[in-house]
């Protein structure tokens, strides 16, 4: 074990206490004074802060795990020196913990820079490993356990880089004896102090002219940004928008200034340039990693533009296709134009998120564990929330591909009837003929029972029925032919195919026909007036051959028949045919 022997500098023959005393009392006022004006910026992860005597952590290599790095703090010593971390220990030597051989070892070169001398510093190999002299005195130890061996160090570089900061620390003790030289360090200091206050004057000015040009443009731009006199964008909101933008560039600009003023005034001064040197070093470091990863990222951002264009051109040649499709200059079995518009859609969305795929693993920041968590949180996101959108898209599809409903058909859906007006991905638009258009769900129009009157006509046009209840004391043949003849009454009936009657049922007191009709009207309207007619024409056919439509219970035969004369048909307030 190398003794180490108690330091003799505490005070000076003539009783006046030395300079390094004198520093070592001033380093907590020097720190509150750095910390309040650089925000508590010396965490560089470094040990150069003055902690007692030393400070008894160390940097743990990057990767290394969370328990190794726990370990090395509490294992490592660092050695500083005037402010400046010399070296870190990290291996025990003849039963000495790293700690205290940092302890020792700084007591040691205190004690060697208080005999006075060149400060001289030399290696010499030992059998623990490198012995560190200062002006032929021991100082320390280096040994062969010291480097870390996760970032490749090995003794010779610990050696060296030693010996460098060691000889700079030697020589920044020496400055600090040196008044000419701290003068010239505060006159440095004054006149940077100086040019950041003026700084700061200026762009206190010029931020104040900017903002006003600034304000009458975005007062200005607000107003021009109308449709129709309504303003997309109010005029106060750019208004405080641009003010807050405006403000947060000021204030980082204030920021950076301070923080180089507050770095080389802090460089000027041997005590407290390692503080500054670490922040200067930050700042460079932290601009060079920035640019440093924009020039990585830019070949990968060059593949995800090219990802995304064949995308594009692929998307556009499907758009050019099913456009003819749909405008007939292309005709292919397997496909029609009915289905050609939700099929583009699809195809265009499978194209999209084929080329996201292609494109995620060149996305800068992809591989980093937030973009991970990001993205599992999004697809979580989506699998809960868009269960209902995804069975709706599903029922959609269902109903375009089977051909269930096609738009201009004439559909029952549940109990809502109408014109299919369009077949949406989510939802179907129904327009009845009482001025209504229904906005039917998708797996609604799939699971219920739909009733289709247009797909079985021939040509253009509709089923029409209707149904009514007749008494058996009317024969049913003259039934038949009343209900074909009001049907030929109306007007859109096609003779042909003729109406036809069916008997539908046989109940206790009636029997039941449905007439069964073509009508030719297209339009959602035209079934519900023309159905309306059929049902005037068959009360009149019925009235005019004095057939009862009651259908009662059967108790007895009325007094008189439930028939209304032909004379009473036009009774106020009807008016008669060919009267306005």
């Known amino acids: 074990m190398i003794a180490s022997t108690p330091p003799r500098f505490a005070a000076r023959p003539d009783g006046r206490p030395g300079l390094l005393v004198l520093f070592a009392r001033m380093r907590l006022a020097v720190l509150l004074v750095v910390v309040a004006l650089s925000g508590g910026v010396a965490h560089a992860g ?3 802060a003055p902690r007692a005597a030393v400070v008894g952590d160390s940097p743990a290599a990057t990767g290394a795990p969370r328990a190794h790095q726990a370990r090395e703090r509490r294992s490592a010593g660092t050695l500083v020196v005037f402010n400046r971390a010399v070296i870190t220990f990290r291996a025990t030597v003849l039963g000495v913990p790293p700690q205290e051989r940092a302890v020792a070892g700084r007591e040691r070169v205190l004690a060697l820079l208080e005999r006075g001398g060149g400060g001289g510093v ?3 190999r030992i059998d623990l490993g490198n012995a560190i002299k200062i002006d032929g005195g021991l100082a ?6 010291d480097p870390e061996p996760l970032t490749g160090e090995t003794l010779a570089s610990v050696t060296e880089s030693t010996v460098e900061n060691l000889e700079l620390a030697i020589a920044e003790t020496r400055e600090a004896r040196d008044g000419r030289l701290l003068l010239r360090a505060a006159i440095w200091a004054g006149g940077a102090t100086i040019i950041y206050l003026l700084l700061l004057v200026v762009l206190r000015f010029v931020g104040r002219a900017i903002t006003r040009r600034m304000l009458r443009l975005a007062d200005s731009a607000a107003g021009k940004l109308s449709i129709g006199g309504t303003e997309l964008l109010s005029r106060s ?3 405080r928008f641009v003010r807050q ?14 923080y180089e003023w507050v770095g080389f005034v802090l460089s000027r001064f041997p005590f407290t340039r390692p503080w500054g040197e670490q922040l200067n070093a930050f700042l460079v470091t932290t601009i060079v990693d920035l640019l440093e990863a924009i020039a990585q990222s830019v070949p990968e951002l060059l593949i995800v533009v090219v990802i995304f264009l064949l995308a594009r051109f692929v998307n556009g040649l499907l758009t050019n296709f099913f456009d003819g499709i749909q405008s007939h200059r292309i005709d292919v079995n397997w496909l029609d134009t009915d289905s050609a518009r939700p099929t583009r859609r699809l195809m265009t969305f499978g194209v999209w998120v084929f080329a996201v795929a292609m494109a995620y693993p060149y996305i800068p920041g992809s591989g980093t564990e937030a973009f991970k968590g990001v993205s599992v949180l999004l697809g979580l996101m989506l699998s809960i ?4 959108i995804v069975g709706q898209a599903a029922s959609g599809l269902i109903l375009m591909y089977t051909r269930t409903f096609r738009p201009g058909e004439y559909v029952k859906i549940g109990d809502h009837e109408g014109t299919i007006v369009e077949m949406g991905m989510f939802t179907t638009r129904v327009r009845t003929g009482l001025g209504e258009e229904l906005t039917v769900p998708n797996t609604f129009a799939l699971s219920m029972v739909s009733k289709n009157y247009s797909r079985t006509v021939k040509g253009v046009g509709f089923v029409l029925d209707t149904t009514v209840t007749i008494g058996y004391d009317a024969p049913w043949r003259q039934v038949h032919a009343m209900l074909v003849e009001a049907a030929m009454r109306t007007p859109g009936v096609l003779p042909v195919p003729a109406p036809h009657v069916f008997q539908t049922a046989l109940s206790d007191f009636y029997a039941e026909y449905r007439l069964v ?3 030719v009207p297209g339009e959602p309207r035209p079934r519900a007036e023309v159905l309306s007619l059929l049902h005037a024409n068959v009360q009149d056919v019925f009235n005019e051959y004095g057939v009862q439509i009651m259908s009662p219970h059967y108790l007895g035969d009325p007094a008189s028949p439930k028939v209304v004369p032909r004379a009473r048909w036009h009774d106020a307030p009807a008016k008669p045919p060919g009267k306005g």
């Open 46 to 48: 470094e040990d150069a």
């Open 517 to 519: 009709c073509q009508a």
């Open 122 to 124: 030399a290696v010499e």
């Open 237 to 239: 909101r750019a208004i």
């Open 385 to 388: 929330g868009a269960s209902g």
């Open 245 to 258: 933008l405006l403000r947060i560039g000021f204030w980082g600009i204030v920021l950076l200034l301070t």
């Open 140 to 145: 320390f130890v280096i040994a062969e356990g």
